[in-house]
């Protein structure tokens, strides 16, 4: 049997609850499906999804529901651990496709008070709030490499989810380590 593992080996932590604390979620479970029709058939599913693109809503259960355009959707589950079972390459409908994004992105979690103005040493895009508001999505780059930010509530604390290839997972992980290393109190 395979095993997954996610290709960072340590979490970051902080004593202090105002501190930046990066962690790797990449071992939680994230699908998703792209198409036409993607919307129409996750809402047939029960799920709420975002008002347009480039958003990111809460469901009922927990999971996270991130719209990256009109036809791709992804389902992240951070309360559920990954398995190793690759999605069907079948369609769930015509031209509808699941997809499958365990093996392609690491999860990378940035959470504490600090995190838009470190984020804003290595992205061009404004995180701060309101210009990034909870709830918004950004496709971007950050120290040169293509990233998915999404800004969202774990429990009551807002955070940053930043999906990257798995292939520079360890170099956006120290890049973020060095930069939050900065905000140490």
């Known amino acids: 049997m395979i095993s997954l593992r996610s290709p960072i ?3 970051s932590s902080a004593s202090d609850s ?3 604390v990066l962690s790797d979620l990449s071992l939680c479970r994230r699908s998703g499906v792209r198409g036409q029709g993607a919307g129409d058939w996750l809402e047939a599913q029960g799920y709420a999804l975002p008002a347009m693109p480039n958003q990111i809503v809460s469901s009922q259960q927990g999971d996270l529901i991130m719209s990256l355009s009109h ?3 992804w389902l992240l589950q951070p309360e559920s651990g ?5 999605a069907s390459s079948v ?4 031209g509808l496709w699941p997809l499958y994004c365990q093996h392609s992105h690491a999860w990378l979690l940035l959470a504490g ?3 838009a103005e470190m984020m804003a040493k290595l992205c061009g895009v404004d995180l701060s709030e309101p210009a990034f508001s909870v709830g918004s999505v950004a496709q971007t780059q950050v120290a040169r490499v293509s990233t998915v930010i999404a800004h969202h509530r774990r429990g009551t604390e807002a955070v940053f989810s930043l999906f990257v290839d798995q292939s520079l997972a360890v170099y956006l992980w ?9 905000f140490a109190v």
Not at 91 to 94: D, E, K, L, M, Q
Not at 174 to 182: F, G
């Open 174 to 182: 120290e890049v973020l380590d060095d930069a939050r290393a900065e």
């Open 91 to 94: 369609a769930v409908s015509p």
């Open 71 to 73: 036809r791709e959707f």
């Open 113 to 115: 008070d600090a995190r």
């Open 18 to 20: 105002t501190a930046l």
């Open 9 to 11: 080996s340590t979490q």
């Open 82 to 86: 990954a398995d190793n079972m690759a």
